[in-house]
């Protein structure tokens, strides 16, 4: 089984930045593609970004000129970089390999 573990959410102002990372200890995590998700209590989880394992990346609209995704597959993490915050970007944060295993979240808050 894959374990993932996300950190480096929190409360950040409007045009502020956060870099959160996923961290995993099975091997089989270097190869394989990563996404971020992300949700809002009541509303669908949202796809926000996914990194192949060839380092393809790909991102939501909403998101594309502000957030970069990366992997450092000596430390078997991958990153979400974002920039340019907004409160509609306000969620818990999940990372997932293939949407079969998932982490348990990291909360962003974007609030003045």
């Known amino acids: 089984q894959v374990q993932l573990v996300e950190s480096g959410g929190g409360l950040v102002q409007p045009g502020g930045s956060l870099r959160l990372s996923c961290t995993s200890s099975a091997i089989i995590f270097r190869g394989t593609s990563v996404s971020w998700y992300r949700q809002v209590p009541g509303k669908e989880r949202e796809l926000v970004a996914t990194?192949?394992?060839?380092?393809?990346?790909t991102y939501a609209k909403s998101v594309e000129d502000r957030f970069s995704i990366s992997r450092d597959n000596a430390k078997n993490t991958v990153y979400l970089q974002m920039d340019g915050l907004r409160p509609e970007d306000t969620g818990v944060y999940y990372c997932?390999?293939?949407?079969?295993?998932w982490g348990q979240g990291t909360q962003v808050t974007v609030s003045a």
């Open positions: 990194i192949s394992g060839l380092r393809v990346t």
């Open positions: 997932s390999t293939g949407g079969v295993y």
